[in-house]
C-alpha cells in the first residue's frame, strides 16, 4: 500500500502565506505525477496545480502568480507554496499522486486532507 500524509493547513488573514506538504510513503517504484486539489463546502473538487516526472506544471487560473508546485523526489514529498491568500481559497486541500507500484502499474492515492481557512 502507499500512503500520502499531508500538512501544513491553517487559518490565516487575506493576503497570508502557507506551505502545504504531502510526503508518500510505501511500496513505490516510482512516482510519476503530483497535485494538489481542493474542494469547499458544497462544491466539486477541483484541480489547484500539478507537476509530472518532468517538472511541467499546470495551475488552475486563480492561483496562478500567487502558488506554486514544487517536489523533492528524494523524499517523495510534494509542497504548494501559497502566497497571497483569498478567502476564496478557503477549501480542504488534498494531495493527489500518481505512482508506478513494483508490478510498474500506474496507481493514483488521495491523502487525507489538510484544511486552509483564510479570513477577510
Known amino acids: 500500500q502507499v500512503q500520502l500524509v499531508e500538512s501544513g493547513g491553517g487559518l490565516v488573514q487575506a493576503g497570508g502565506s502557507l506551505r502545504l506538504s504531502c510526503a508518500a510513503s510505501?511500496?513505490?517504484?516510482?512516482?510519476?505525477?503530483m497535485g494538489w486539489y481542493r474542494q469547499a463546502p458544497g462544491k466539486q473538487r477541483e484541480l489547484v496545480a500539478t507537476?509530472?516526472?518532468?517538472?511541467?506544471?499546470n495551475y488552475e487560473e486563480s492561483v496562478k502568480g500567487r502558488f506554486t508546485i514544487s517536489r523533492d523526489n528524494a523524499k517523495n514529498t510534494v509542497y504548494l507554496q501559497m502566497h497571497s491568500l483569498k478567502p476564496e481559497d478557503t477549501a480542504g486541500y488534498y494531495c493527489?499522486?500518481?505512482?508506478?507500484?513494483?508490478?510498474?502499474?500506474?496507481?493514483?492515492?488521495w491523502g487525507q486532507g489538510t484544511q486552509v481557512t483564510v479570513s477577510s
Open positions: 493527489n499522486v500518481a505512482i508506478s507500484n513494483l508490478f510498474r502499474v500506474r496507481v493514483n492515492y
Open positions: 510505501g511500496s513505490i517504484f516510482s512516482i510519476n505525477n
Open positions: 507537476m509530472d516526472s518532468g517538472g511541467t506544471t
